[in-house]
């Protein structure tokens, strides 16, 4: 199956907000664990866009150096942002699982005691799309450099990205906003969506009009 998108490296931050669960609070080691991702699809301006959950699919390096931070609310411009960090990742039944682990400052404590009563489940991840996949409605792998028709039904799947950070969030999951543009970040992935979308339509117009006068 070929793969038509983003180059590595060239994505963007998104969020996807899910829920966490209190009940796997351990007051011990002061952790608990969170669905950080389903890969829902969400509606965007140039079609749906879609996580793969896979290991093939979903780069956790970052988590092995301990660089996936967890945060308060996106908050990456300062250390008091910073509430704990993803411990480990895995997969569980088409979802990304997370281990949160808090640190031991005024912020973490108090993000902390939130979680263990309850008072915020709210989950939102932070990552960057490397490489699409582009189908149609039929479920059909298209190249938008060759396809001859404009199909307003595509769907475009993220099938390499990195998990770069995962926030706690106020906001639960929602299922009409859940994305979210990570101010200032790079958003050529966006764009090149809208570029793949706007040359299919040029196509199709050009097909409309030899088919019009008859030139083939």
Known sequence: MKHYGTRKGS??????????????????????????SKGSPV?????????????????????VTGGVPLLDSHNAYGISGALGRV??????????????????????????????????????????VNGWEITDGEGRVINPDRVRWDDD?????????????????????????????????DRRHIFSARAALQRMRARQTMLNRHIAFGVF
């Open 87 to 128: 411990k480990k990742a895995w997969f569980d039944r088409n979802a990304l699982m997370g281990q949160l682990a808090f640190n031991d400052t005024d912020e973490g404590r108090k993000a902390e005691g939130m979680v263990s009563r309850g008072e915020i489940s709210g989950i939102s991840v932070g990552y960057r």
């Open 43 to 63: 509606e965007r301006f140039y079609g749906t866009e879609v996580l793969r959950i896979d290991p093939s699919s979903v780069n956790l390096d970052r988590i």
């Open 153 to 185: 039904d595509l769907t475009f799947t993220a099938t390499d990205w990195d998990l770069l950070e995962a926030s706690l969030v106020a906001i639960p999951a929602d299922a009409d906003a859940v994305i979210r543009n990570h101010p200032g970040e």
């Open 11 to 36: 994505g963007v931050i998104e969020r996807r907000y899910t829920a966490g669960s209190p009940r796997s609070y351990d007051k011990g080691s002061r952790t608990v664990e969170a669905v950080l």
